[in-house]
């Protein structure tokens, strides 16, 4: 009986060592939370036509980028010193015209059942999914708040602004959130935001620009404006 016994708590001891050690989430899944480094890929930094020396100080001010095991590296800026600038690469394999891909609703929508990386820099709070996400043919984003609207979207650019509560971003009806955001004050303001998917060749890319506080001002424009000066 002692014996069993022993073999049970060592078996409990395995698995909650395996699970701190390679971090298996309630799905099975193997989840790597990344690491943070200095270093902007070159990609980001051609596509916002940054200058070699950048970006300690001035205009764009870089911050850090966030790279795991599955996932394509997160890049952040702050703009102006205002406002916060998130970079994504989401998938080197997308074929499809974004005006068709892209199915958004305006509606209110809950983080998903799993675990997620957290960014709070902001009074906006971002969660990406750990384990390793789907590679995207259609994309259901929920965009919630006031003022939301499409300011442009075609094959190559799907572009929104809202003064936000909440959004997220799903690859089927069924899935759960591979990113989830939402607003974290019980201030009336809500946080003003862009958001924008663009398609180069088969790579899609996904920025979204948001103040720092939901105070400050977000002009309409503004984040399409860094692309197309």
């Known amino acids: 009986m002692k014996t069993f016994l022993r073999i049970i708590v060592i078996a409990v001891l395995i698995i909650i060592v395996w699970r701190l050690v390679f971090h298996v989430d309630l799905h099975g899944e193997i989840e790597d939370s990344g690491i943070w480094t200095d270093t902007i890929p070159k990609e ?11 970006c300690k100080s001035g205009e764009v001010t870089f911050v850090n980028t966030q790279s795991n095991k599955y996932r394509n590296p997160v890049s952040r800026f702050y703009i102006d010193g205002k406002y916060y600038l998130q970079v994504y690469k989401m998938t080197n394999s997308f074929n499809s ?43 259901y984003f929920a965009l919630y708040g006031d003022s939301t609207r499409i300011f442009k979207k075609n094959d190559t650019i799907a572009y929104y602004f809202s003064k936000c509560t909440n959004l997220s971003i799903r690859f089927s009806p069924e899935k759960e959130n591979d990113i989830y955001g939402k607003y974290l004050s019980h201030n009336p303001d809500k946080m003003p935001l862009e958001v924008m998917f663009l398609k180069r060749l088969n790579n899609l890319y996904m920025f979204v620009l948001s103040s720092k506080v939901a105070t400050t001002n977000l002009k309409e424009g503004t984040l399409y404006k860094l692309f197309y000066k």
């Open 44 to 54: 980001y930094s051609q596509l916002l036509k940054l200058p070699d020396s950048c």
């Open 97 to 139: 015209s974004l005006k068709n891909a892209i199915k958004e609703s305006f509606s209110d929508s809950s983080p998903s059942n799993t675990e997620y990386t957290l960014d709070d820099r902001t009074d906006f709070q971002f969660l990406y999914k750990l384990t390793k996400p789907d590679k995207p043919k259609e994309i």
